[in-house]
């Protein structure tokens, strides 16, 4: 195209013209071949808002010049053309004119830099929520059951998901620095402010994570055991064996035993809630079980510990079926091997998932962690077998259905 020379405003032309296409004919494009800055800190408030209203959704596409008038609204009509003009002349807009009657009238308005405006206004990108939470999705966390809980976050507004994934990456920071506190505690560190957190993103986390293990709230963490051993405390003893069912045991309490006996045979931990009530009423008398609430936070990792030196005993597994199970049954295992007892996984075998009437298809996150458990040290011979199984099958399954 051939552009004219600058005009006394540094404006360039060029005739859109073509004899074959007579749908041309009569259009112009005006453009500055220079663009030089914008000093909007010192435009009216009218004209910044103004302004806003137009680049705050623009790309490099052409918009009508009668859509740009009508974001203006009638009272701006005239305000918005000489705005256009301050624009062209600053070399911001590329304006497209067709001769109509006898004069150049706008007809298509070109943004050339859209982004560069929004900046200076301090506007978001249109899409910056979007790609802030596809950058924000990449994360894994230290923690599955985050993981997880970022997981349900895909099925919510961008903006939204960000906030709350921010809460989650707070929730990993916390459990890092073992802190313990109530909701607002949780909420200063989180966002700065001990009111920060609304009942809408408190429902959401409870209901996606298991907040007692970051110990976060009112209540004090209770460790679920059935056992037959009598604890000697500093008040007086307790015979465990005397409840029907189980017991549950808070943290102090378990520091405080100052003496225990008799040993168990050996140790059960089950993963499952239910199941693991089902074995605990079950469980003979040489035996103890004890309730895995799934990757073992750091108050049952210390209590468990300090449990098991005064009633040690070797140690029989059992989580799901699934990868997570493998990782949460090491986990726990290592507690004993710490102590340099024995452990095995117990009813975690391939077998055991083969034999399960349903399952679910393994997610991608799944194969993910399959990964980093070959990458990691050799597994139990049980485990290894189970997680080859899950790879074959590519189906998971749940502890409820084998006990």
């Not at 008398?285 to 005064?310: I, M, N, Q, T």
């Amino acid at each position: 195209m051939d552009w004219s020379p600058p005009d006394a405003n540094g404006v360039r032309s060029c005739r859109l013209d073509d004899p074959l296409r007579a749908s041309l004919k009569g259009q112009r494009r005006l453009r500055r071949g220079s663009p030089r800055p914008l000093d909007l800190d010192t435009w009216p408030a009218d004209d910044r808002t103004l302004l806003a209203d137009w680049v705050r959704k623009a790309a490099d596409k052409p918009l009508r010049h009668d859509t740009l008038l009508r974001a203006a609204g009638p009272t701006r009509a005239m305000s918005a053309d000489r705005l256009l003009q301050t624009l062209l002349r600053a070399g911001s807009v590329e304006i497209e004119e067709r001769h109509e009657r006898g004069h150049w009238r706008p007809w298509q308005i070109r943004f050339l830099d859209p982004a560069g405006l929004r900046r200076q206004l301090g506007l978001p990108e249109p899409d910056a929520a979007h790609k802030a939470w596809a950058e924000a999705r990449q994360h894994r966390f230290t923690l599955p059951e985050l993981d997880h809980a970022a997981n349900a976050l895909d099925a919510l507004p961008p903006a939204r998901a960000l906030a709350r994934h921010a809460l989650l990456d707070a929730l990993d920071r916390w459990q890092a620095d073992q802190r313990a506190g109530t909701w607002r505690d949780f909420a200063q560190f989180a966002r700065g402010d001990t009111k920060l957190i609304g009942e809408a993103e408190k429902a959401w986390l409870e209901h996606h994570v298991p907040l007692e293990d970051f110990r976060i709230g009112g209540h004090t963490p209770l460790l679920l055991l059935r056992s037959g051993a009598t604890l000697h405390l500093a008040g007086g003893s307790w015979p465990l064996a005397g409840t029907p069912d189980f017991a549950a045991l808070t943290p102090a309490t378990v520091d405080a035993i100052a003496g225990a006996a008799p040993a168990p045979r050996v140790w059960r931990l089950v993963e499952n809630r239910t199941s693991f009530e089902r074995v605990a009423r079950a469980c003979p008398p040489d035996e103890a079980v004890l309730w895995l609430p799934g990757y073992p936070p750091s108050w049952w990792r210390r209590a468990v510990a300090s449990l098991l030196g005064h009633l040690p005993a070797p140690a029989q597994i059992a989580c799901d079926p699934d990868p997570d199970g493998i990782a949460i049954a090491l986990q726990a295992g290592q507690l004993w091997a710490d102590a340099g007892l024995d452990w095995q996984p117990w009813q975690m075998s391939a077998d055991t998932l083969e034999a399960l009437p349903a399952g679910r298809p393994l997610t991608d996150r799944d194969r993910a962690l399959l990964d980093r458990l070959d990458a990691g040290p050799p597994l139990p011979p049980t485990l290894a077998a189970l997680a080859a199984a899950l790879r074959r099958l590519q189906r998971k399954g749940e502890q409820e259905a084998c006990l």
